[in-house]
């Protein structure tokens, strides 16, 4: 209960209308298994029926809406595509941050049964050549396996925070499980721009030289 409160006062700061909404659907299954038991009966059985019906809403309604605040909140937000990423809890492996430039620009790598899907963040154009050099070096990799590029904004051609999740789930899968398994075992063993350089996490010394193709504030912690 704790963390239902917590997760409803973070989530109440974005939607208002969350609690209007959960409780009014759980009102209105209400209503409908009230008249429900009222034309057919016995009213013990709609009860036992209800119940867990009307709470089943509740959670599903209130689930969805707290996702949506937790997307509105970390859009604009370094690392945001990346926090999008871990809600899909099935049938993905993330690796955040694989390639990132100086600007801050960073690519991230999700592997499942679509297989490989890049997803970029941050200045548009910088972005897509960041995500055409990934995907060349992925190539070397994997060549037998599709590579989407994904890049993360709301114009054209681009996928809002929000729908990352849902564009993922709808890609076509073209693996099977094995596959996956074999891919992910080649992947692992291929190293990220971050793992290559030897830069210590957070921020630089101002004596020290920032190596090429690095951020100035160093690794993000």
């Known amino acids: 209960m704790a963390q239902i409160r917590a997760t409803y006062r973070m989530a109440a700061q974005v939607?208002?209308?969350?609690?209007l909404w959960t409780f009014g659907t759980g009102a209105a299954v209400a209503l409908l298994m009230g008249l429900l038991a009222?034309?057919?009966g016995p009213w013990g059985l709609w009860v036992v029926i209800g119940l867990p019906m009307v709470l089943l809403a509740m959670i599903i309604v209130f689930g969805r809406r707290v996702e949506r605040a937790a997307y509105v909140q970390l859009e604009?937000?370094?690392?945001?595509?990346?926090?999008?990423?871990?809600?899909?809890r099935?049938?993905?492996t993330t690796t955040p941050a694989i390639a990132v430039n100086r600007q801050q620009d960073v690519v991230h790598r999700a592997v499942g049964r679509a297989g490989i899907v890049l997803i970029g963040e941050g200045d548009p154009g910088r972005v897509r050549a960041l995500l055409g050099t990934e995907r060349k070096r992925h190539a070397r990799i994997a060549a037998d396996v599709p590579i989407t590029e994904i890049v993360i904004g709301n114009d054209e051609g681009q996928v809002p925070l929000r729908k990352l999740a849902r564009t993922l789930r709808k890609l076509p899968k073209q693996l099977q499980p094995a596959q996956v398994t074999d891919l992910t075992a080649r992947l692992r063993a291929m190293p990220t721009q971050t793992q290559q350089l030897p830069i210590p996490k957070g921020p630089l010394p101002k004596n020290v030289k920032l190596p090429k193709g690095m951020p100035k504030g160093g690794l993000p912690r």
Request: hydrophobic share 50%; aromatic share 8%; net charge positive.
């Open 38 to 40: 009222w034309l057919v």
């Open 76 to 88: 604009g937000k370094p690392g945001a595509a990346m926090s999008a990423m871990s809600l899909i």
């Open 15 to 19: 939607d208002r209308r969350l609690g």
């Open 90 to 92: 099935r049938g993905w």
